[in-house]
């Protein structure tokens, strides 16, 4: 990841060099590309190639060599107002699938573009690693328990936040631990992702901010009535493709698209929450057993599937407003929240 993000080419074994588009600071070239189905859909090429899942890889081939500035008109959805007319392209057979889709997914953990010239001209010094090496990466058994201390909030005064880490993951998830933990009573759980403008900035266009403050305050609630509650609060931001991949959607949002195809035209999943990682810190902290508090039956299917026994599922929906009405709209129709 540290090689995507300083625009270093990846030597996957049993695969060609791949020169990842958005970072690439050198004059790089290649007769192909490899981006992903969703993309590729975007591109009119869902008629060449089944394209509806968005971590499948897709290779494809121009009419002329991607230069830099070709690839990154075919990387970048931001690009497609100023370069309408692409193509004409074709969907090639893909011998190393394995080893594309392991790319598309570090790209996506490392929040660039999931884009890449194949065996690319004048490419650098590669990192060389295995398809497998993901996996192990990724493995949640991995994550232990780092430190802990009181940490007073305004919600709780009483709260205990505790850290976790992975060897070789530098995002650090924690957990906020309100009233006593008891094993005779399950805790109140939110899982909440990362959101920098939602829980920092205060941001309208989603409600991420205001449904963290009120989840706080319903744990210490429960608490003050001999229960408790675990805030599980991770650095997934934006469910898992980044920052800068977000404020990505948000732009496209702005030309009209929801916040599903927003994605869908970045070649990003619009769900890449890592619930693995989530399940385990529960089973760090002791606990078997939990009342999730989710509008969305997916996320208890999700931890239900990770061995977290989900007794409640507690309803945890908020007013919209006008800049989030939309989006609000768009998670109940097309993500099946459970919303008014």
Same mark, same amino acid.
């Given at each position: &990841?540290?090689? !995507?993000?300083?625009?270093?080419?990846?030597?996957?074994?049993?695969?060609?060099?791949?020169?990842?588009?958005?970072?690439?600071?050198? =004059?790089?070239?290649?007769?192909?590309? %490899?981006?992903?189905?969703?993309?590729?859909?975007?591109?009119?090429?869902?008629?060449?190639?089944?394209?509806?899942?968005?971590?499948?890889?897709? !290779?494809?081939?121009?009419?002329? $060599?991607?230069?830099?500035?070709?690839?990154?008109?075919?990387?970048?959805?931001? !690009?497609?107002?100023?370069?309408?007319?692409?193509?004409?392209?074709?969907?090639?057979?893909?011998?190393?699938?394995?080893?594309?889709?392991?790319?598309?997914?570090?790209?996506?953990?490392?929040?660039?573009?999931?884009?890449?010239?194949?065996?690319?001209?004048?490419?650098?010094?590669?990192?060389?690693?295995?398809?497998?090496?993901?996996?192990?990466?990724?493995?949640?058994?991995?994550?232990?328990?780092? $430190?802990?201390?009181? !940490?007073? @909030?305004?919600?709780?005064?009483?709260?205990?936040? @505790?850290?976790?880490?992975?060897?070789?993951?530098?995002?650090? /998830?924690?957990?906020?631990?309100?009233?006593?933990?008891?094993?005779?009573?399950?805790?109140?759980?939110?899982?909440?992702?990362?959101?920098?403008?939602?829980?920092?900035?205060?941001?309208?266009?989603?409600?991420?901010?205001?449904?963290?403050?009120?989840?706080?305050?319903? &744990?210490?609630?429960?608490? =003050?009535?001999?229960?408790?509650?675990?805030?599980?609060?991770?650095?997934?931001?934006?469910?898992?493709?980044?920052?800068?991949?977000?404020?990505?959607?948000?732009?496209?949002?702005?030309?009209?698209? =929801?916040?599903?195809?927003?994605? $869908?035209?970045?070649?990003?999943? =619009?769900?890449?929450?890592?619930?693995?990682?989530?399940?385990?810190?529960?089973?760090?902290?002791?606990?078997?057993?939990?009342?999730? &508090?989710?509008?969305?039956?997916?996320?208890?299917?999700?931890?239900?599937?990770?061995?977290?026994?989900?007794?409640?599922?507690?309803? /945890?929906?908020?007013?919209?407003?006008? /800049?989030?009405?939309?989006?609000?709209?768009?998670?109940?129709?097309?993500?099946? /929240?459970? %919303?008014?």
């Amino acid at each position: &990841m540290d090689a !995507l993000r300083h625009g270093w080419p990846l030597a996957i074994e049993g695969a060609p060099l791949l020169q990842p588009v958005e970072t690439a600071f050198s =004059d790089v070239s290649g007769e192909a590309m %490899l981006i992903s189905a969703t993309r590729a859909a975007t591109l009119k090429l869902a008629n060449q190639r089944e394209a509806a899942a968005p971590r499948q890889p897709v !290779l494809l081939r121009g009419a002329e $060599t991607f230069d830099l500035p070709a690839a990154l008109g075919v990387a970048d959805p931001a !690009l497609d107002l100023q370069n309408p007319m692409k193509g004409p392209f074709k969907a090639l057979t893909l011998d190393w699938e394995e080893q594309a889709r392991t790319a598309l997914e570090l790209a996506r953990i490392a929040g660039i573009l999931p884009a890449f010239i194949v065996d690319p001209h004048g490419a650098g010094e590669a990192a060389s690693i295995e398809a497998g090496d993901l996996a192990a990466f990724t493995d949640p058994q991995r994550l232990r328990i780092a $430190t802990r201390a009181k !940490l007073p @909030v305004a919600a709780a005064e009483g709260a205990h936040i @505790v850290a976790f880490r992975s060897p070789d993951d530098t995002r650090e /998830h924690v957990a906020l631990v309100i009233g006593e933990q008891r094993a005779d009573k399950a805790p109140l759980v939110r899982l909440h992702s990362e959101c920098l403008t939602g829980d920092i900035l205060g941001s309208l266009k989603c409600d991420c901010g205001p449904q963290l403050d009120a989840a706080l305050h319903a &744990m210490s609630d429960e608490a =003050d009535k001999g229960g408790w509650g675990v805030l599980l609060y991770m650095r997934q931001e934006g469910r898992g493709i980044g920052l800068v991949n977000k404020l990505r959607a948000y732009r496209l949002q702005d030309q009209g698209f =929801d916040t599903v195809d927003a994605n $869908t035209r970045l070649g990003l999943p =619009d769900e890449a929450r890592d619930f693995p990682t989530a399940a385990r810190m529960l089973e760090l902290l002791g606990v078997k057993e939990i009342r999730l &508090m989710t509008n969305n039956p997916a996320k208890v299917e999700a931890l239900s599937a990770e061995g977290v026994t989900v007794a409640e599922r507690v309803p /945890h929906s908020l007013p919209d407003n006008p /800049h989030n009405a939309r989006y609000l709209a768009t998670k109940r129709d097309r993500a099946g /929240h459970i %919303l008014p």
